[in-house]
Nanobody, 121 residues
Framework: VQLVESGGGLVQAGDSLRLSCAAS????????MGWFRQAPGKEREFVAA????????IYADSVKGRFTISRDNTKNTVYLQMNSLKPEDTAVYYC???????????????WGQGTQVTVSS
């Protein structure tokens, strides 16, 4: 599986942004997918995850109610819709895959290169 993120950019607080992650490989529709982020000087942190069908999702408390993860298995793409963005959401956002399991969870073994999201106040 190869993962390529897109959709990052510079926005103002309160704005919305949608990240996309295009995955290659025939196994995409059967694997767990997720998003992580890493702010400058901080460790990478979990943001959201989705199971193989899109029917189960989990979120970090810091983004719950503002971010929505979804997937389109016909396009081999996972999305992260980010609303009501805050300056503390500024980070590099990484798409992730767990090639071993299809159920929702927070562990992953494959990562994209990341896309920068900057939220100005």
């Amino acid at each position: 599986v190869q993962l390529v993120e897109s959709g990052g950019g510079l926005v103002q607080a309160g704005d919305s942004l949608r990240l996309s992650c295009a995955a290659s490989g025939r196994t995409f529709s059967s694997v767990r997918m997720g998003w992580f982020r890493q702010a400058p000087g901080k460790e990478r942190e979990f943001v959201a995850a989705i199971n193989w069908s899109g029917g189960r999702t989990i979120y970090a408390d810091s983004v719950k109610g503002r971010f929505t993860i979804s997937r389109d298995n016909t396009k081999n793409t996972v999305y992260l819709q980010m609303n009501s963005l805050k300056p503390e959401d500024t980070a590099v956002y990484y798409c992730a895959a767990n090639r071993v399991t299809a159920v929702v969870g927070t562990t992953f073994d494959y990562w994209g290169q990341g896309t920068q999201v900057t939220v100005s106040s």
